[in-house]
């Protein structure tokens, strides 16, 4: 992997190359941990002192065009080979140089597999399969590292091949077994702060490439608006990722998003009701590190926000179907 056949960085080599290692967290003093399966944990390797370590992040910057000095202090950068690398000096990380490394997936599962894996039960792979054959638009949402990714990876390989995809990422890291998929990823702006190319814009370019599902990768901040528009353009069948604590709280999230985006609270609400059809959830365990769907809910609209209604809810790993199921259904053709 690029970047990694430097000397200062021979002692992650081999925590890079292991698949089941998915973050490699290099936390100044406090030592370089891991995360994986069974989620967080520390590692005996050592890099030096804060001086190794703040050269090792400002030459994988430089690998990855972006700058990383004092008066540029923070930056996120993609290495070839799609190796993410988001690094931090101080004094903005008090306690030494921080460095976060996120491996690409090197296989993307199929439903069947993640159903295997017990990401989901059979009721539950059975829906989202019939979601997308239906062209529901949706979200999926959970916290970071929760297997959002992973999964829409998954479900958009359900994709009929006669279909084009346009995916759209900040950076990319999405890996989709589909014959016709469109990759569009941002830019950030240069060292003189020109040449930024935003997902808002990309958004707007990808509706005018004749796709047939749009998908952005992550719906952070005020592309939202954008979103919401290209959904209600006739694209029936795409989807994005979205942080939210809960399925229920995707509305106020989409709300907040919007109002970077200069929406009006029941503009975000009209669109919202207009453009999306579900919300799925995930969420990782703390104690087992399995990432699990948890939620599949219905949008329907209400006084104010639009809320969210289960349609299937997994507690302790039983699977009950709540008021929303009726309404999804019937929407998927069931």
Same mark, same amino acid.
């Given at each position: ?63 990855? +065009? ?141 509706? +005018? ?38 399925? +229920? ?41 399995? +990432? ?43």
């Amino acid at each position: 992997m690029v970047g990694l056949d430097l000397p200062c960085a021979a002692p992650l080599r081999d925590l890079l190359s292991d698949p089941e290692v998915t973050d490699v967290l290099i936390n100044g003093s406090a030592g370089v941990w891991v995360d994986g399966p069974g989620g967080l944990r520390a590692t005996a390797i050592s890099l030096g002192g804060h001086t190794q370590i703040r050269t090792l992040a400002c030459q994988l910057a430089a690998i990855g +065009r972006g700058r990383l000095d004092d008066a540029s202090p923070a930056t996120d950068v993609q290495l070839p080979g799609g190796l993410r690398m988001h690094a931090i000096l101080p004094p903005i990380a008090p306690n030494g140089p921080l460095i976060s490394l996120r491996t690409s997936r090197r296989q993307a599962f199929t439903l069947a597999e993640l159903t295997a894996r017990g990401t989901m039960g059979a009721d539950c792979a059975e829906l989202l399969a019939a979601m997308v054959a239906a062209r529901v638009n949706f979200l999926v949402c959970g916290a970071t590292g929760a297997g959002k990714t992973t999964l829409l990876a998954a479900l958009l390989a359900l994709v009929p091949a006669s279909e084009r995809i346009l995916l759209i990422e900040e950076v990319a890291e999405i890996s989709v077994q589909h014959q016709h998929i469109v990759r569009l990823e941002a830019r950030p702006a240069n060292s003189e702060g020109r040449g930024e190319v935003t997902l808002a814009d990309l958004i707007r370019h990808a509706v +005018r490439m004749r796709p047939d599902r749009i998908v952005l990768g992550e719906c952070r901040g005020a592309e939202v608006r954008d979103v919401l528009t290209a959904l209600n353009t006739g694209h029936e069948g795409s989807c994005a990722t979205l942080h939210a604590n809960t399925a +229920r709280d995707v509305p106020a999230r989409l709300a907040a998003l919007g109002s970077l985006a200069g929406m009006t609270t029941q503009a975000v609400a009209t669109g919202t009701v207009a453009a999306l059809t579900a919300v799925v959830h995930l969420r990782r365990s703390r104690s087992s590190g399995r +990432r699990q769907v948890t939620e599949i809910a219905a949008i329907k609209p209400a006084e104010g926000l639009p809320v969210t209604v289960p349609a299937v809810i997994v507690r302790e790993g039983l699977v009950e179907r709540g008021p929303g199921w009726a309404d999804l259904a019937d929407k998927c053709g069931w």
